[in-house]
């Protein structure tokens, strides 16, 4: 069964740069991209020994790609914390990976022109590969300092209870 836009009037695709990011129930300040969600699925090839020449195709194993987020850099440190609980350098023998907390599960949110809540993704058990404390520094560049923090994950998936919200219009005075 098709299913329909509540949104009859909307032609134009949602854009890129209004997003936010939340974690452990806030969001998390500051970040100016994240990369594509993305999942591909092996193809396992087969064929019987009674079938002609031609092989078949079925799914095998799905992969989730890792996201990148990125900031400028701040004090904010929850990209820091988050990154020592998978590698606490100096912590001590035993103690270096925080077992208990070192996955987060995640939520993007992605928001129409108007600011309203358009989309959103859930993305299980993430936990931190990279952490970029700062970009490289240059004296005669003119840019943001930008951190980053590569997160692995075990999939994601839209979140379906998130539905197409129903655009402001403006009205001419009287």
Do not use: C
Not at 65 to 75: C, F, I, S
Not at 130 to 157: P, T
């Amino acid at each position: 069964m098709a299913q329909f836009s509540v949104n009859a009037q909307r032609f134009d695709p949602y854009k890129n740069f209004k997003f936010r990011v939340k974690w452990d129930g806030r969001y998390v300040a500051g970040i100016s991209k994240v990369s594509a969600l993305k999942r591909s699925t092996e193809v396992v090839e087969h064929r019987e020994g009674g079938d002609p020449s031609t092989g078949r195709k079925s799914p095998g194993r799905t992969k989730f790609e890792a996201l990148t987020l990125e900031r400028g850099v701040t004090h904010d440190t929850e990209f820091e914390k988050w990154a020592n609980k998978v590698w606490n350098f100096g912590s001590g023998l035993g103690a270096e990976v925080s077992l208990k907390d070192f996955r987060k599960d995640l939520i993007i949110e992605l928001y129409n022109e108007a600011g309203q809540l358009a989309i959103a993704y859930k993305v299980f058990r993430a936990w931190v590969s990279e952490f970029q404390a700062q970009a490289d520094l240059d004296a005669n560049a003119n840019a943001i300092l930008i951190q980053s923090i590569k997160l692995e994950n075990e999939g994601w998936e839209r979140d379906f209870d998130v539905t197409e919200p129903a655009e402001p219009t403006f009205t001419e005075p009287s």
